[in-house]
């Protein structure tokens, strides 16, 4: 039966010093970090630490203005639930739909978020509410037979 060393020469073999310049800074070697047994963990932190280092105040910039959301589907109905606890903040917004996403206008800092519906739905159909500091959205999801329009064409 072969070593499994043999098989990873080439990986314990590599010039971590070129890798770690390369990349710009210290590379923990995999199976050292923090001492624990994860062999993985150093990825992810590595990653975590290029990101925020690649784009700085991206996540708190992007999220903050966005409020939470929750979609959810039905047999024959889309419900979108959309947390605002400021009912003059909801009053302020501007809602938009489309036969696939949901968007919000008038955010903070003149702000928009869009959600994303996981089927097509009927934009005519929507009822919403605000209640409680939640906004919510019925739509009735379209029915395969309407996904095609006859179209008259003109001749001349």
Known sequence: ???????????????????EQF???????????NGSGDQMAWVESYVKDML?????????????????????????????KVHIPDRNQARKLR????????RLEG??????????????????????VYKNGIMQFHIRKQSSEETYYEIDVRFT
């Open 1 to 19: 039966m072969a070593d499994p060393r043999d098989s990873n020469k080439s990986f314990f073999d590599m010039n971590w010093k070129n890798f």
């Open 23 to 33: 990349f710009g800074g210290r590379v923990p070697f995999p199976g050292t970090a």
């Open 52 to 80: 925020s280092q690649a784009m700085p105040n991206l996540e708190m910039a992007s999220l903050k203005h966005h409020l939470h959301t929750e979609v959810f589907d039905t047999h024959n109905n889309v419900i979108v």
């Open 95 to 102: 809602v938009l739909l489309s036969p696939n996403q949901l």
């Open 107 to 128: 955010l903070p800092d003149k702000g928009a978020q869009t959600i994303r519906l996981n089927s097509m739905v009927v934009p005519s159909s929507c009822k919403a």
